[in-house]
């Protein structure tokens, strides 16, 4: 049962413009919210997080934007870059800290 | 700040060998630490929930005989793969879990290893 669902494998995206990647989650319960950005065999990097209880949460050129109603969030990359390229994860929690719950992840390719 | 490190990155092994994995907090102190492993285009799947001087906690399916998880000091845990086969070859990473209470709202948020190729002949 995939609790945290990322519905494109990939995205490819011109330098300069913008990137929306997606996520969708089943459980109400989730309280918190994150993104990861992962190349091959590194560890996720840890980009954005939002509360529930917000809407949007933005730092520099990465915003998330949080639909509780539709149990939806996404990441918005603008402008993109080409060292933007990687693996973006969504994770959701129950708690802030608690054990993350991740989607399948979206490869991002951002082309000069 | 907040780096973690994993050790090693690789490792080779013949099947039916035990293989420790170690995870270390370098400039915070962390009292959770939890595993993950990764299979190729995967996602990375909660295998355990490791809190310093207790008992690791582990998800279902996931045999605490096979996966020993230690956490004995606020930087370190270990996860020792014992007798290894074949299907236990993945990529192991851990995270741990820093609070930061000095911002205005405080933030709570796992902070990743790079991770261990596992490879069981």
Known sequence: DQQVKQNSPSLSVQ??????LNCDYTNSMFDYFLWYKKYPAEGPTFLISISSIKDKNEDGRFTVFLNKSAK???LHIVPSQPGDSAVYFCAAAYNQGGKLIFGQGTELSVKP | G???SQHPSRVICKSGTSVKIECRSLDFQATTMFWYRQFPKQSLMLMATSNEGSKATYEQGVEKDKFLINHASLTLSTLTVT??????SSFYICSARLFKV???SGTDTQYFGPGTRLTVL
């Open chain 2, 2 to 4: 907040a780096v973690v």
């Open chain 1, 72 to 74: 939806h969030l996404s």
């Open chain 1, 15 to 20: 330098e300069g413009r913008i990137s929306i």
């Open chain 2, 83 to 88: 007798s290894a086969h074949p299907e236990d």
């Open chain 2, 102 to 104: 000095w911002t205005s």
